[in-house]
C-alpha cells in the first residue's frame, strides 16, 4: 500500500501530533512515511475497532495472572530419558547433551568455552551474531564452574555450559546497547533478572548478540551495527529482533541463548534458523533489568537446537520476580516433567488453523508443506488434527501492531523528540507512525483485545493446542525486512505461550517450521507436543554447512 491509498485525516493526524509532541518530522520524513506500508495498519485499525462497543471493558483492567494454571503431568518412569547420542565436544550439540557430559565428568566447561571461543574468532566476522564478547569474564567463570563441580558443588544442567544473552539485558558493568546508538555508552550497574538466574546457575555467559535497533524489527536490519547474516545462506536474512541470539546457535557459537518476542522476534529468528524457539506466557519470565519494546507484549525467552533444552531453560528462568510486576506468584511446574511419556500427546485434540483472515492469502507452498509435515508427526503420536477458520486472527495481528506501536512511542518519545539524530531511520519511521493513530487509540485497542480474548478463550473448551505454519515464507534475502508476523503477533497480543520445531526445508535449503500455540500457564502441553513433532518428525539433526 503506498500513501495514495492512506486516508489523508492519518497523514495529517501525524503532522500535528508530532508537532503537538516537539518532535520534528520534515517533509522527506512525511512523504517517505506516507509512501511506505506503515500507515495501512493505522487505517486498518480505525475500521476493526469501529466495531467495539463503547461501553467495552478495555483489556488493561483484566487481572492477567488471575488465570487459572494448567500444571504439568506427573513425571512417568521415562521422564528423564537419555538425551539423543551426541559427542559432547561437537558445538552443535543440544544442551542437555553438553549438561549431562559435565555433570559425569566426560568434559570440562573450560574445555567447551575455549571451543566456543575459538569458533566466535573463526566465524563472527561473517555473521555479525555477538555485540560483545566477553573471553576474560568467560574463562573465569568456566574455570570456576571446573572447579565447583570437581568439588561436588555441581549447581545443575547450566553450570560450566557456554551461553549468549541478547543485548537487551543489563548486565552489570557492561554496555547494553539495545541495538541503538542511543544506548551505547550505558553501563548498567545492576544484571536483569535473567542474566541473574543463569549466573546463579553457574552459567559460563560467553557474550551478548546483536539485534534489530530497539527489537523493533522482523527483520535483522541494524544501521549502527549492520545486519546479522543467516548461517544457513549468508545472504539471506536472520530474521528479528534477536538475530544474533539465533545466528550463534545456529552456528555452533553458543548452546543456548536467550531472546525476546514482542511480534515475533524470538520464533521468526528460530524459524529461519532451524532452532527451538519458546515464547512462554506472558509474566511467565521475568523482563526486569530487559529494555522495552511493549510493556504488555513483551516475553523472553530460549532459542535453542531441542525441545528438552527449551524446557531446562524455562524450569531455570520461570517464576515470581518482584521487580516484575507482571510475574506470577506461586510454585512452577517441572517443565522436563512428561517430555517423554510414552502417551505423549495422543488423544489430545490440535485445531489446524486453515485461515488465519490474512488479506495475503495463502502461506507459499513450501512454508505450507513443513507445517504439514508437522502434523503428520502429531498425527503419528496419537494426536486428532481439527482443521478451523480463526479470521479474527487478523484482527489480532492489527490490535497488537497498534499496542506495539503506541506503547513503544510512549517509550521512546524522549528520543524522537531530543536524539532523533541517534535512531536509524527505519526504527524512528516505525516510531512515528504512533503519532498518526487518533486519540482514543490506546483505550479502543485493550477494548477491541478484551473483545477478543473472550472468543479465543472459548476455543479451549474443545480443543487443547493450536498449531500454524511459523512463517509464511523462507527467509528473504539480507536487506529486506518483510513482516513476517502474521502467524506470530496475535499470540503477543494474547499472551499465550507458542512454540516453533523445525519441520522442514525450502527448495534453496533453508529452514522452515511447524508453531504450536497452547492455553496460558500451559507450556508443558505445549512442550510435550513439539516433542512429538520433534520426535516423529522429518527433521532430525540437521545444521548449517561450512561451520
Known amino acids: 500500500m503506498t500513501g495514495t491509498s492512506v486516508h489523508p485525516g492519518t497523514v495529517d493526524r501525524l503532522r500535528a501530533n508530532t508537532a503537538r509532541a516537539g518532535v520534528r518530522l520534515n517533509d522527506d520524513d512525511l512523504a517517505r512515511i506516507a509512501a511506505s506500508t506503515y500507515l495501512s495498519n493505522v487505517d486498518t485499525f480505525s475500521r476493526v475497532v469501529a466495531r467495539v462497543p463503547s461501553d467495552t471493558i478495555p483489556d488493561f483492567l483484566k487481572e492477567w495472572r488471575d488465570h487459572r494454571p494448567v500444571e504439568a503431568l506427573p513425571a512417568s518412569d521415562d521422564t528423564d530419558a537419555a ?56 574463562r573465569a567463570a568456566a574455570r570456576e564452574a571446573e572447579q565447583e563441580i570437581a568439588a561436588g558443588r555441581y549447581r545443575g544442567p547450566f553450570h560450566g555450559v557456554p551461553v549468549a544473552m541478547k543485548d537487551l539485558l543489563a548486565m552489570a558493568g557492561l554496555p547494553t546497547t539495545a541495538g541503538s546508538k542511543v544506548l551505547a555508552d550505558w553501563v548498567p550497574d545492576e544484571d536483569a533478572e535473567a542474566v541473574r538466574r543463569f ?50 546457535v545456529a552456528a555452533g557459537l553458543a548452546y543456548a541463548a536467550l531472546g525476546s518476542d514482542t511480534g515475533c522476534s524470538i520464533r521468526t529468528p528460530s524459524a529461519l534458523r532451524g532452532l527451538v524457539g519458546l515464547k512462554p506466557t506472558h509474566g511467565r519470565i521475568s523482563l526486569a533489568g530487559a529494555i522495552t519494546l511493549s510493556w504488555s ?44 511419556r510414552a502417551e505423549g500427546v495422543r488423544g489430545l485434540r490440535i485445531g489446524a488453523v486453515r485461515d488465519d483472515g490474512s488479506p495475503n492469502g495463502p502461506p507459499e507452498a513450501e512454508a505450507t508443506a513443513a507445517w504439514e509435515a508437522g502434523l503428520s508427526a502429531l498425527r503419528e503420536a496419537g494426536a486428532e488434527i481439527v482443521d478451523l477458520a480463526l479470521p479474527e486472527l487478523e484482527d489480532l495481528r492489527v490490535v497488537g501492531s497498534a499496542i ?98 523445525p519441520t522442514g526445508l525450502t527448495g534453496d535449503g533453508l529452514p522452515l517450521s511447524t508453531q504450536l500455540i497452547g492455553r496460558p500457564w500451559d507450556e508443558a502441553t505445549v512442550l510435550r507436543a513439539a516433542r512429538a513433532v520433534e520426535r516423529y518428525g522429518p527433521w532430525g539433526r540437521r545444521q548449517p554447512a561450512g561451520f
Do not use: C
Open 83 to 138: 538425551p539423543d547420542a551426541t559427542d559432547p565436544l561437537d558445538p552443535f550439540a543440544p544442551l542437555s547433551v553438553v549438561a549431562a557430559a559435565i555433570a559425569s565428568g566426560k568434559v570440562s566447561p573450560v574445555a567447551l568455552t575455549e571451543l566456543m571461543l575459538e569458533r566466535i574468532g573463526q566465524y563472527d566476522s561473517a555473521l555479525n551474531a555477538y555485540q560483545l564478547v566477553l573471553p576474560d569474564a568467560a
Open 297 to 340: 507484549l513483551d516475553h523472553l525467552g530460549p532459542m535453542v537446537r531441542s525441545v528438552r533444552d527449551a524446557a531446562l531453560v524455562l524450569n531455570l528462568l520461570a517464576g515470581y520476580d518482584p521487580r516484575d510486576s507482571r510475574t506470577r506468584r506461586g510454585a512452577t511446574p517441572d517443565f522436563t516433567a512428561g517430555l517423554e
Open 404 to 501: 506495539i506501536n503506541q506503547e513503544a512511542l510512549t517509550y521512546h518519545e524522549p528520543t524522537l523528540r531530543d536524539r532523533p539524530q541517534d535512531l536509524g531511520q527505519f526504527p524512528r519511521d516505525r516510531l512515528m507512525v504512533g503519532y498518526a493513530y487518533g486519540p482514543n487509540a490506546v483505550v479502543q485497542a485493550q477494548q477491541m483485545r478484551a473483545m477478543l480474548r473472550a472468543r479465543f478463550d472459548r476455543l479451549w473448551e474443545s480443543l487443547d493446542l493450536l498449531s500454524t505454519p511459523a512463517l509464511a515464507y523462507g527467509a528473504p534475502p539480507l536487506g529486506e525486512p518483510r513482516s513476517n508476523t502474521r502467524y506470530s503477533i496475535p499470540f503477543n497480543a494474547l499472551g499465550w505461550p507458542a512454540i516453533v520445531v
Open 199 to 248: 549466573k546463579e546457575a553457574g552459567a559460563v555467559i560467553i557474550g551478548k548478540t546483536r539485534m534489530s535497533e530497539f527489537a523493533y524489527s522482523p527483520a535483522s536490519n541494524n544501521a549502527h551495527y549492520g545486519a546479522t547474516r543467516n548461517p544457513w545462506h549468508r545472504e539471506r536474512d536472520t530474521g528479528g529482533s534477536s538475530s544474533g541470539s539465533a545466528a550463534a
